[in-house]
């Protein structure tokens, strides 16, 4: 191997790989505790919406904030539901801040495929912290994000950053 080629390691990606993708939305269902995987990602539970962190983030500490509800339309989302995901949204800016204290922030949604939505028949905010300089060659060389820390510790701390 020649200096210029070195090994990126991401271990925690072959789980995915090797893993039997779910046929269901994993948005849905999430009302109450289960045994899931997404149970460990879930910040907090709100009346119409909850917080779940992204389990491909393009930074660390990438939120969704999703109603419970599985629709796909932001049309259909009703007057609480609006209220409580905006509000949900402002509170994850907080805690983000407190929690990783970051740049910038991008917030908003994908609507439809074409967009970039990759579940498009449930709508999800996402709010993304971002840090002077978090964007480097990996993603455009070698389509690599690098993030650098596990997504169930980081939920960790902003689970414990939520209520204060």
């Not at 948005?27 to 962190?53: D, P």
């Not at 907080?94 to 495929?113: R, S, T």
């Not at 971002?130 to 650098?148: E, K, L």
């Amino acid at each position: 191997m020649n200096k210029e080629n070195k090994p990126l390691w991401a271990p925690w990606r072959i789980e995915f790989i090797r893993s039997e993708k779910d046929k269901e939305c994993f948005l849905c269902n999430n009302e109450t505790v289960s045994e899931k995987y997404e149970e460990k990602l879930i910040i907090a539970r709100l009346e119409t919406v909850f917080v779940i962190m992204n389990k491909y983030p393009y930074s660390p500490g990438h939120l969704l904030i999703a109603p419970y509800r599985h629709i796909g339309d932001i049309a259909e989302l009703s007057e609480q539901e609006q209220k409580e995901l905006m509000s949900a949204v402002i509170k994850c800016k907080k805690v983000l801040e407190k929690a990783m204290n970051p740049d910038g922030y991008n917030v908003g949604f994908n609507l439809g495929v074409v967009a970039g939505a990759g579940v498009a028949d449930h709508i999800h905010m996402h709010i993304l912290p971002r840090w002077q300089g978090d964007n480097n060659f990996m993603p455009i060389i070698a389509n690599t994000r690098v993030i650098p820390e596990s997504i169930e510790d980081t939920a960790k701390l902003l689970k414990e950053n939520w209520n204060l």
